[in-house]
């Protein structure tokens, strides 16, 4: 039987091995592993704790036993885990461009759901952007996300710092009266960023003030921008999700009249609105919304209501829903929570990323899933890149190989 002593040799050969094909495909997971992986888990435990009693490990969370001194392993989510990516098997290539999704527009630099924020994902380089509709009493759509979930969404006791909801007001009255709450979490950007009417928010000291745009827009002004404005690529689309009741033939009827079929897509968690957009429209792109408690049948009511797309939330597509998904012949999108959420999740559940950074993304991207709509898509578009420089890296090398090998063999 091998000594603790080799194995030790053994794991640092593979290990070398695997960060050299890391390098190579950065999505993918290693291809070779120990023959003991019991033996190997333990000795990278002690490895790790050598460098950090509170290292993270994929497998669960190393701590340091105050009682006695001795290292043991307490086990805790891991998010690589619950998309069952962990295994050699769900190493995915990715055959279809990652497309790069900012939801709410890029609202760590901008308020949310504002034409600042839209052109912000845009500058950074998404492929598209997420935006929130309802449709108010006076018949305008605006775009706004609001409190309440996704059950009672609209109400502004978080948002705006009143009681209510969007729904009790005109678009505009509430252009006119309604200001954003600056020290509300979930405002990523923070409070120098946002904007009332009587101050002067400025982006940082000893710049000029901020132009005052933290205000409700209506759809129009936001789709009119983003087709007219010289920074936005034409190829740039957007994702429609319709909020409020009686959203869906509006929306439809104002992409229409404004040109822009062919860069509007739409989605909702109520899927009657999904069905109601492909009766108005057939060629529509719709995403069918799923929440926590996926249906064992979601595929099915995604068909069902003529949806070409299922989007789930991050931590429930996993490798299988996303395979099952293609294999209907679905688009797939996986969509992260605000930042409150996103914070609590990576701070009690997840333990083996950080709060959207790259290694978060990385392992959401093993699943194969094809479009990710997040809120940090300046770093997702920059992993993106970093990705196809890799993939392009390594096919020029192969090519190479492959001709030097042809050249010896003549």
Aim: glycine share 6%.
């Amino acid at each position: 039987m091998a000594s603790l002593k080799e194995y030790s040799t053994i794991i640092i050969v593979i290990k070398i091995f695997n960060l050299g094909l890391a390098f190579l495909h950065p999505t993918h997971h290693p291809v070779v592993n120990f023959p003991r992986p019991e033996i190997q888990h333990y000795l990278e435990s002690k490895m790790l704790m050598l460098i950090n009693p509170f290292t993270v490990h994929p497998h669960g969370e190393f701590r340091e036993d105050q009682n006695n001194g001795n290292s043991y392993q307490q086990v805790s989510y891991s998010l690589a885990s619950k998309l069952n990516v962990l295994e050699d098997s769900r190493a995915i290539e990715h055959t279809h461009p990652i497309e790069v999704v900012g939801h709410r527009g890029s609202l760590y630099t901008a308020l949310e759901n504002t034409s600042r924020s839209f052109l912000h994902a845009a500058e950074a380089g998404a492929d598209s952007v997420e935006l929130d509709v309802f449709l108010l009493k006076c018949g305008t759509l605006v775009v706004f996300h609001g409190s309440g979930g996704d059950e009672t969404p609209g109400l502004l006791h978080l948002y705006c710092g009143i009681d209510g909801s969007i729904l009790d007001y005109t678009a505009e009255e509430a252009k006119r009266i309604l200001t954003f709450n600056k020290s509300y979490d979930e405002f990523g950007c923070g409070p120098s960023q946002i904007t009332h009417p009587d101050d002067l928010a400025t982006e940082s000291v000893g710049q000029e003030p901020l132009p005052h745009y933290c205000y409700v827009h209506t759809l129009e002004e936001v789709l009119t921008t983003l087709r007219d404005h010289p920074n936005v690529p034409s190829t740039l689309s957007i994702k429609i999700e319709l909020k409020g009741e009686g959203t869906a033939f509006p929306a439809v009827q104002l992409v229409e009249k404004l040109n822009m079929m062919h860069r509007c897509h739409y989605s909702s968690f109520d899927h009657s609105r999904i069905a109601e957009v492909r009766a108005l429209n057939p060629g529509a792109l719709t995403g069918a919304l799923f929440a926590d408690d996926v249906p064992d049948d979601f595929i099915q009511r995604a068909i069902a209501v003529g949806a070409s797309e299922i989007h789930l939330k991050y931590d429930t597509c996993t490798y299988e829903r996303i395979q099952a998904a293609h294999k209907a012949g679905l688009g797939t999108m996986a969509w992260f929570r605000g930042p409150v959420g996103m914070r609590e999740d990576t701070t009690s559940k997840y333990q083996d990323v950080g709060n959207e950074d790259e290694s978060m993304y990385e392992v959401v991207i093993r699943t194969g899933v094809r479009s990710m709509c997040v809120n940090r898509p300046d770093v997702m578009a920059k992993l993106v890149e970093k990705m196809q420089r890799r993939i392009n890296w390594a096919t020029a090398f192969y090519r190479d190989e492959e001709k030097k090998s042809e050249e010896l063999s003549a």
